[in-house]
């Protein structure tokens, strides 16, 4: 929604003096991350702290690209509703049908059920770690495709619970692939990115990269800067690179439906039901949607996702009933993004406290 345009007025100066005021608190010599918050094609706030390359002593700034890890998930649930929007699959066809190489227990796992992580299967990223390959090995995805289709057993039968897991999303962008019949790296860029004029937004599917990225760094013993990437090239559950600017067009197609529709859009919002189809209770139920989580801590409802991935944090928050999108993106492993993300909408809620309280 639109801002009142004498709200807007009022407000926006106050607004720029809290962030100049919370910023202070922030200051880094080391790594560190952009932000951004904006209302709709209305007011918006951000920053940048710290730099993006230690070594040649470039900083952060608005327009700096960074590894979204698992804020990717939803644009791979986005995708998959596109393909069924297109009738080239459906969300209750077995992955196998697509995936055939799987083991027999697959058979009754659906794409609906990897999209809302209960479906069972082990986490690609365990395999690798318990064969000694570490982050910034190389690591592609036929590989960890393979190490799939050698585990013989579910680590629990579908749709019993929710369990969190990267392997599903890793799948569905094989899908993806498979019924597209394009790399997802170009089935998002024609779908998804280039539509909503994502100009600074890729998905990496190989190394070096061209396009410069922010360097990922984490802290080491003697808790000095080290700089710290993965060499892993699955995509699906990861992998998409953004900027914080670019995620407000991704948060506006929540409210215009732009790319793929209104009704589209609200069906990336429906949550996991507290029983699967079978009828079974879900264990360790939770509110997760379309590779987004559906929330409450604000007293008003909205969704939202982290990211975490070797020398990366971030986190993406969007309030539809206000407009409102709200990027963290961090290039220091462990920063606590989330916290970040609602200090801003904090600051933001209570400036707009008139537009809260009539939206409530």
């Known amino acids: 929604m639109n801002i009142d345009s004498n709200i807007g007025h009022m407000k926006y100066n106050d607004t720029k003096q809290k962030f100049s005021e919370w910023e202070q608190q922030l200051i880094t010599d080391g790594p560190g991350f952009t932000y951004m918050a904006k209302f709709d094609q209305g ?6 702290l710290g730099f993006a390359d230690l070594e040649e002593k470039k900083r952060l700034t608005i327009d700096s ?40 227990y697959a058979n009754d796992i659906t794409i609906q059920d990897l999209i809302y992580h ?3 299967m082990v986490d690609y990223i365990e395999l690798a770690l318990d064969k000694q390959i570490d982050y910034s090995d190389p690591l592609g995805p036929e590989e960890s495709l393979a190490d799939l289709v050698a585990y013989p057993v579910p680590l629990y039968q579908v749709g019993t ?32 990115f280039s539509p909503l004029k994502m100009d600074n937004s890729f998905i990496v599917e190989s190394y070096p990269v061209q396009t410069m990225i922010a360097r990922g760094y984490r802290k080491d013993s ?20 953004s900027t914080a600017s670019d995620l407000m067009k991704w948060g506006e197609n929540f409210a215009s439906g732009k790319v793929g529709g209104k009704a589209l859009v ?7 039901p507290p029983k699967h189809i079978t009828g ?12 987004i989580i559906i929330s409450q801590h604000f007293g008003i409802s909205h969704f939202e996702h982290s990211g975490g991935w070797a020398g990366y944090a971030t986190y993406f928050l969007r309030i539809p009933s206000l407009g409102l999108s709200v990027a963290v993106l961090g290039n220091i492993e462990n920063l606590d993004t989330q916290k970040i993300a609602y200090d801003i909408t904090d600051i ?13």
């Open 43 to 48: 007011e918006s706030y951000s920053g940048s």
């Open 280 to 291: 079974k209770t879900i264990k360790n139920h939770e509110q997760y949607a379309y590779g």
């Open 118 to 120: 209960i479906g069972g």
């Open 222 to 241: 003697k808790f000095s800067y080290q700089l710290y990437e993965s060499l892993w090239t699955q995509t699906g559950d990861g992998a998409v690179h």
């Open 161 to 192: 619970q929710f369990d969190y897991s990267n392997t599903g999303y890793f799948l569905l962008s094989i899908i993806i692939e498979r019924v597209s019949g394009q790399s997802y790296k170009d089935f998002a860029q024609e779908h998804i």
């Open 65 to 104: 690209i960074f590894n979204l890890a698992s804020i990717s998930k939803q644009f791979t649930a986005f995708s998959i509703l596109l393909l069924e929007q297109g009738n080239k699959l459906a969300l209750h066809d077995p992955i196998t049908k697509y995936l055939p190489e799987l083991p027999e």
């Open 348 to 360: 933001i809620l209570t400036q707009y406290k008139e537009l809260y309280i009539h939206n409530d």
């Open 266 to 272: 609200e069906k990336m919002l429906q949550a996991l």
